[in-house]
């Protein structure tokens, strides 16, 4: 567990997604983007992988990102109810 990290990102002016990478595979996933532009930022600085996402729901505040990190991203799965 020492090689995971939580990268919080606020989104829209009442929201956060989660960015959880582990340091030594590179390996990410993103939960609930509700934006995808600065995730995008953090994985490239990073040189982390996107692996996939995870939506809790179906509200746009924590899906409308999903569409353009699968752009980016085309590798990665998505998880959702």
Do not use: C, R, W
Request: positive net charge; charged residues 20%.
């Amino acid at each position: 567990m020492k090689n995971l990290k939580i990268k919080i990102i606020p989104q829209l002016k009442d929201n956060y997604s989660f960015i959880i990478f582990d340091i030594k595979s590179s390996f990410a996933i993103i939960i609930d983007p509700a934006e995808f532009l600065d995730h995008i930022n953090f994985l490239k600085k990073n040189n982390l992988v996107l692996h996939s996402i995870f939506v809790t729901h179906h509200h746009k505040d924590h899906t409308a990102g999903v569409l353009k990190l699968g752009e980016h991203y085309p590798k990665a799965f998505v998880y959702s109810p």
